[in-house]
C-alpha cells in the first residue's frame, strides 16, 4: 500500500486556479510534485 501523502491548501488552490486557467494537469502535477493526476481532478470538486 502506497504512502499517504497531504497536499497544503494554498498548494491545493493554486492547482485549482491553474487548471481553470487551461493549465495541463501533467503541468501542474510537476511544480508542487503531485504523484496522482486524479487528485487534481478531486480537487476540483
Known amino acids: 500500500m502506497g504512502v499517504r501523502v497531504s497536499y497544503a491548501v494554498d498548494v491545493k488552490m493554486k492547482a485549482?486556479?491553474?487548471?481553470?486557467?487551461?493549465?495541463?494537469?501533467?503541468e501542474i502535477m510537476g511544480e508542487p510534485n503531485i504523484r496522482n493526476r486524479t487528485q487534481v481532478n478531486t480537487w476540483m470538486k
Open 16 to 26: 485549482i486556479e491553474m487548471r481553470l486557467a487551461g493549465v495541463p494537469v501533467k
